[in-house]
């Protein structure tokens, strides 16, 4: 597929540094040995709490995923 589209939108409930979408990306990268657009989508860099609420505020939501894939300038 990123073969194919030339993007990789890798989306994780971690932290960005460090989190398991940086270790795709590079699996990716070193197997596809090919240029392409990747973008990761993490949670906040805070702790995540135990309230729902406060929770639903830290981690990607669904218009979150969209702005941040929406403003990929490459999209057709």
């Known amino acids: 597929s990123v073969e194919?589209?030339?993007r990789l939108y890798?989306?994780?409930?971690?932290?960005?540094?460090?989190?398991?979408?940086?270790e795709i990306v590079a699996s990716v990268a070193q197997?596809?040995?090919?240029?392409f657009i990747a973008r990761r989508i993490a949670a906040k860099?805070?702790?995540i709490p135990c309230a729902r609420q406060l929770e639903e505020t830290v981690l990607p939501?669904?218009?979150?995923?969209i702005?941040?894939?929406g403003k990929d300038k490459y999209l057709e």
Do not use: F, H, Q, R
């Not at 994780?12 to 989190?19: D, I, Q, R, S, T």
């Not at 197997?31 to 240029?35: E, M, R």
């Open 10 to 22: 890798v989306i994780e409930e971690g932290g960005l540094p460090y989190g398991v979408g940086s």
């Open 4 to 6: 194919n589209t030339k």
């Open 31 to 35: 197997g596809l040995g090919k240029s």
């Open 67 to 69: 702005k941040a894939i």
């Open 45 to 47: 860099p805070v702790p």
């Open 61 to 65: 939501s669904l218009d979150g995923i």
